[in-house]
């Protein structure tokens, strides 16, 4: 009876071994899985290469299950590719479908820590542009939520322990802010509050070009006080090269300096 009861022991020590190895496995997969995807998302200038993150990403999320720090990284980067990959569809029901599916991977990502700032700041993004593609005024029951996300994602710290605020070159401000612009009056929206976090952002996260875009767009639609700052913003920011203005985001910061040039363009 002691012999048979040593040697289930032992296999019972034996097969929890095992099953920490499989879970070692699945979750050194998925780091490795993260890792490719995050070198093809630094392509994603190139459709194709927009494609292979996403489908990395999808096998990364399941082979990191039991890795909950590994698996909202991934969920995060998952969203930021779908938002991305949202700005370059054709059609804005195109759009909203890939901003949708953004929102869901932004949602499970608080949803496994409602403590951190980036779960919420990229549902906000993909929500924000799902609005623009739907329309200001069919998307108004939406606004309350936006707001939400980007006030929370503000507040909370982000991965790393720095503060929400500063995500993606003061990501929530400009969100903020660029709500508030584009809002009517009558449903909240502000000029001076959208100019309030716009200024903030640009001057504290100067090497984003979009928070000089968004700032100087405000300015451009005010009195010629305000046309006369927008142009001077707009003119400095094209004076730099997009290829170095900023190395860790230069597709982005080539469409924001294309977006400069056509406002710049309205205000001659």
Do not use: C
Not at 20 to 26: D, P, Q, T
Not at 95 to 120: H, I, N, Q, R
Not at 176 to 205: D, I, N, Q
């Amino acid at each position: 009876m002691k012999k048979s009861l040593a040697v289930f022991a032992v296999l019972a020590a034996v097969l929890v071994s095992s099953l920490g190895s499989v879970e070692s496995f699945a979750s050194d997969r998925g780091r490795e899985l993260f890792t490719q995807a995050q070198v093809a998302f630094e392509n994603r200038e190139n459709s194709a290469e927009v494609e292979r993150t996403i489908s990395l990403l999808a096998e990364a999320e399941r082979a990191s299950a039991d890795d909950e720090e590994l698996l909202y990284d991934v969920l995060v980067l998952s969203s930021r590719t779908l938002y991305w990959k949202g700005n370059h569809q054709k059609t804005d029901a195109e759009k909203m479908a890939v901003f949708e599916k953004g929102m869901e991977k932004a949602k499970a990502a608080y949803a496994l820590d409602d403590t951190l700032s980036e779960g919420y700041y990229f549902y906000a993004i993909n929500l924000g542009k799902w609005g623009l593609a739907k329309g200001v005024l069919a998307s108004l029951f939406r606004k309350g939520e936006l707001i939400e996300h980007a006030e929370t994602s503000l507040k909370n710290e982000t991965r790393s322990g720095e503060k929400g605020e500063s995500l993606d070159g003061f990501g929530p401000n400009r969100t903020l802010g660029y709500l508030y612009y584009k809002l009517p009056g009558f449903a909240g929206g502000s000029t001076e509050r959208a100019l309030k976090y716009l200024s903030e952002a640009t001057a504290k996260a100067p090497s984003i070009a979009l928070n000089h875009v968004y700032y100087a767009e405000v300015l451009a639609s005010g009195n010629a006080a305000d046309k006369a700052r927008a142009r001077v913003i707009l003119d400095n920011l094209l004076a730099q090269n997009p290829a170095t203005f900023n190395p860790s985001r230069v597709p982005e910061t080539k469409e924001e300096f294309e977006l400069a040039r056509k406002i710049r363009a309205d205000l001659r």
